[in-house]
């Protein structure tokens, strides 16, 4: 099988953005056979890159555990060597990571550009035919060419067979291209070749952010890359239903430039940081997870005092987590300071044993953008499950936006906020929530306070 991808790019840049050499063949040893990548096609105006399988089909099952198919035939003879399958997306994840990260160190900006993209899939299986590989790439923008197979060309009467080579054609960044053929090439053969776990749940996430959500083949594509696990496929919808709202990654635009707008004459996101800097140094936090971290301003404010020793930045945006990683320059960081940080995806919304443990956790303008009705839920998340020692959290001041003259009476600061409170709202919320949990809470003014409205962002410390 072989996976081929071409563009009106000179080979010298799609090297670089793949971080393989045009000028040699790359080979690599996976656990089921062997990996390749060559250039069929260099020049100056396009150059095109195959990735190329030689699988070895007893590597497939070599030291699996004893199980009832084992030892059939149909382990040894089938057509795994042939066909674009769940395997070459492993293959892609090992080859092709870093391009499908969206990342790359000397041409970056090429990274982030759109371009005429050609990708050839051959051959991929496909029992649900032509319509259904329409229906997958289709809603995405690419422009389709399939052609079918027959059983055996020697054997006409025998029919058409459920094989394709797939033509794919559209403008887009290389890093989308390379993640909608790695999901979607295994939910058209719906068979993977390995156990599918939780695991299996945040990948899917990860790699879906931005365009699965509002797919309309989400629920196939989900149960059938889950290998229809019901319990896993329920678990990644509630998850996409969260996210089938507005992109993160122009949600948090358009959250930077009304902030630009409306708060940066004050300065008042430094003004936040080193309030909740204080704070945490107040309760003597060495371990710090923040919550919504975005891209990544608190962490970094954090990261130069070694007295935290454990730094953990979560997000519900693989998109915004990739801009904080660039701009933490995780990549090119000491190996001892890069011990420290980490980061990770992940919601709200749900108990994650990855938030546990940890001496202070911040939630920093963040609630604001949830849901009245779900706050109860990430009450639970932070104050009952993860449970921190400490949790510093701060959101507007409603009372104080009189104060901004760009702003018109009634008016929020940010359009995705589903609530602003004043100063009584958010104490009342605070007291509730810290008696129902076991925390005692105190409240700092964050920014200029002002005799009749007070300051601009509130700031409640929870502590047990």
């Not at 393989?20 to 396009?46: M, T």
Request: some cysteine; charged content about 25%; glycine content about 6%.
């Amino acid at each position: 099988m072989f996976l081929t991808i071409g563009g009106p790019i000179s080979g010298t840049d799609l090297g670089y953005l793949l971080l393989k050499n045009p000028a040699r063949v790359h080979s690599f040893e996976l656990p089921f056979g062997n990996a390749h990548v060559v250039y069929p096609e260099l020049s100056e105006q396009r150059s095109a890159a195959s990735l190329l399988l030689d699988i070895d089909p007893v590597g497939l099952v070599r030291g699996r555990s004893k199980s009832a198919t084992e030892g059939t035939l149909d382990q040894y003879v089938n057509d795994r060597p042939y066909v674009s399958s769940s395997l070459l997306s492993v293959a892609m994840s090992r080859v092709y990571g870093t391009a499908m990260g969206g990342r790359s160190k000397e041409r970056q900006a090429l990274a982030d550009s759109e371009l005429d993209w050609t990708a050839v899939i051959a051959v991929a299986p496909c029992r649900g035919g032509e319509p259904f590989i329409r229906a997958l790439f289709e809603p995405l923008d690419y422009a389709v060419d399939v052609e079918r197979h027959p059983l055996d060309e020697r054997f006409p009467e025998w029919g058409e067979g459920f094989h394709f080579t797939i033509q794919l054609s559209g403008k887009k960044r290389l890093q989308d291209l390379l993640t909608h053929i790695y999901v979607l090439v295994p939910v058209m053969d719906a068979d993977k070749h390995y156990w599918v776990g939780d695991d299996e749940v945040e990948k899917l996430l990860r790699k879906g952010e931005g365009w699965l959500a509002a797919h309309p083949a989400k629920e196939t594509i989900t149960s059938r890359y889950l290998r229809h696990d019901r319990r896993l496929t329920r678990d990644a919808l509630a998850r996409l239903a969260d996210e089938d709202a507005p992109d993160p990654e122009a949600v948090e635009q358009t959250r930077q430039n009304e902030e630009l707008a409306i708060e940066a004459p004050m300065r008042l996101w430094e003004q936040r940081i080193g309030a909740v800097l204080s704070a945490l140094r107040a309760v003597n936090a060495k371990t710090v997870v923040d919550l919504g971290c975005g891209e990544g301003k608190l962490l970094k404010a954090l990261l130069p005092d070694k007295a935290f020793e454990r730094l953990v930045g979560m997000d519900v945006s693989w998109r915004t987590l990739e801009t904080a990683h660039r701009r933490l320059y995780l990549d090119q960081m000491p190996e001892a300071q890069r011990k420290r940080i980490e980061l990770i995806h992940g919601s709200l919304m749900y108990r994650d044993k990855r938030l546990e443990g940890f001496d202070a956790a911040t939630v920093i303008e963040v609630i604001e953008h949830l849901d009245p009705p779900r706050l109860a839920a990430f009450e639970r998340v932070l104050f009952e499950c993860a449970r921190p020692k400490a949790a510093i959290l701060t959101t507007p001041n409603a009372e104080y936006n009189v104060k901004f003259p760009t702003m018109v009476s009634g008016q929020r600061r940010h359009k995705d906020h589903r609530f602003e409170w004043s100063r009584q709202e958010f104490s009342q919320w605070a007291q509730a929530v810290a008696e129902r949990f076991g925390y005692t809470v105190r409240f700092l003014p964050v920014g200029p306070e002002d005799p009749a409205v007070g300051p601009p962002t509130q700031m409640g410390v929870f502590t047990r």
